[in-house]
């Protein structure tokens, strides 16, 4: 049986006819990865996975599998850009939260608080979600999260900011600018983009919603 796989072009003006499948079209090649990333890079993929924590976790707490995953590479990709910042190389602990922080209060006295035993508690918690939770045949039962992970995510970045000597508010304006949606908050910024944007899929889905 043939099957044409097509698609719509996102930001079309007005209703349009879907189009045939065009690879170039949707997905460029990226570049090879950096064989030794700066710990501005270390800090930019850091600040995706922050950003993507906030949006999962303020739109619905019943994605807290893939929020968690997301905050742990958070924590992991801002204590390997400080690692590249003053080691000037990149750490080798894969995924290992707890190891890479104990590896950092170690080298270095004055981050002690990468030892603190609340932090280190958090860090063994959010380990398992690198790979499990994932996947719908990991079973994680009795696993939960608060809000106030990202409380605790926002004083978390600041301060990885200004170890690395960036400024502490970027994280606050990268939210801002990715979403384009000036001073309104993460969860309506992601419904009014569902709302504005998502009438291909209304369309496809039946909705009744459909204007």
Not at 7 to 26: G, I, K, M, N, T
Not at 43 to 62: E, G, N, T
Not at 172 to 197: D, K, Y
Request: hydrophobic fraction near 45%.
């Amino acid at each position: 049986m043939a099957f044409t796989w097509t698609y719509v072009p996102w930001q079309a003006s007005e209703p349009v006819q879907p189009r045939p499948l065009d690879p170039d079209v949707l997905l460029h090649v990226f570049p090879r990865p950096k064989p030794n990333p700066s710990a501005a890079d270390w800090a930019f993929f850091a600040d995706v996975s922050y950003l993507s924590c906030r949006i999962l976790m303020l739109s619905s707490q019943a994605t807290h599998f893939e929020a968690l995953y997301c905050a742990g590479q958070t924590i992991e990709k801002y204590m390997k850009a400080i690692w590249r910042h003053r080691a000037g190389a990149t750490a080798r602990t894969n995924h290992a939260l707890v190891v890479l922080a104990e590896l950092l209060a170690l080298t270095y006295p004055d981050l002690d608080e990468f030892a603190d035993s609340s932090f280190l508690e958090t860090c063994r918690r959010l380990e398992p979600f690198d790979v499990g939770g994932r996947y719908p045949d990991t079973t994680l039962g009795g696993r939960a999260h608060s809000l106030e992970l990202l409380t605790f995510l926002d004083g978390f970045v600041a301060h990885c900011r200004d170890l690395l000597g960036l400024d502490p508010a970027a994280p606050i304006n990268l939210v801002a600018s990715v979403l384009g949606q000036g001073g309104h908050s993460i969860m309506l910024a992601a419904s009014e983009a569902v709302r504005e944007e998502n009438h291909y899929l209304d369309a496809l889905t039946g909705s009744s919603n459909v204007p």
